[in-house]
């Protein structure tokens, strides 16, 4: 690691406890030049304006917003800033953090010293990802993520259900499921949340 270099760094996570968490092992690092926090993606823009940070940390559930999307709209806006997906449920792959824009993956209960080495890991213009098992990849089952890969290709419940052997019951409570993992509300924001994980072409 290069120690001349001193790192601006944001974290946009919605929960207090997180905030004070990564504000106190920031402050602590002679290599952090500045850190700073939001709470939610507009003010992530705001402040990444302002800020120019080397990294930011975009928490993958972001209340009622999509971290996937919000780290593509940073990426847009500064291309030169490297993106961390950060999550306290499960573990994210590569792939997914790829078509995201991230560079890499943190989970929350990671060791401090992990997150502070894959936080100038990435500055680098490295990834860092994390050798998790393929059930631990994604937010959705592998059955959910066939129901919506179905869902994207124009598929009815009933169609669904008949496809995959199913009862359309089942198929309604997979629907509601992957609705709640993804924070959608309907299929056409299930698809588009679904093709931003890279869940589905």
Not at 16 to 38: I, M, N, T, Y
Not at 58 to 66: H, M, R, V
Not at 160 to 187: D, F
Request: proline share 5%; net charge neutral; glycine share 8%.
């Amino acid at each position: 690691m290069n120690g001349e270099r001193r790192l601006k760094v944001l974290v946009v996570d919605d929960h207090d406890v997180v905030h004070w968490g990564f504000k106190l092992l920031l402050e602590r690092q002679p290599w952090v030049e500045r850190s700073a926090a939001a709470r939610d993606g507009g003010q992530a823009l705001e402040l990444a304006a302002e800020l120019r940070p080397d990294v930011v940390l975009i928490d993958l559930f972001l209340g009622t917003e999509s971290g996937a999307e919000l780290c593509a709209q940073l990426r847009d806006a500064h291309p030169g800033t490297q993106i961390l997906l950060i999550s306290g449920a499960g573990r994210v792959s590569p792939a997914v953090a790829r078509a995201a824009g991230a560079s890499g993956f943190v989970a929350k209960d990671w060791p401090a010293p992990d997150i502070l080495r894959a936080i100038r890991i990435v500055a680098l213009g490295k990834e860092v990802f994390t050798a998790s098992p393929a059930p631990e990849e994604t937010p959705l089952s592998t059955r959910e993520q066939e129901v919506v890969a179905l869902i994207s290709e124009g598929a009815t419940n009933s169609e669904i259900a008949s496809r995959l052997y199913l009862s359309p019951h089942t198929i309604k409570e997979h629907t509601s499921s992957i609705y709640r993992k993804l924070g959608v509300r309907n299929r056409a924001e299930a698809v588009r949340a679904a093709q931003r994980m890279g869940l589905v072409a």
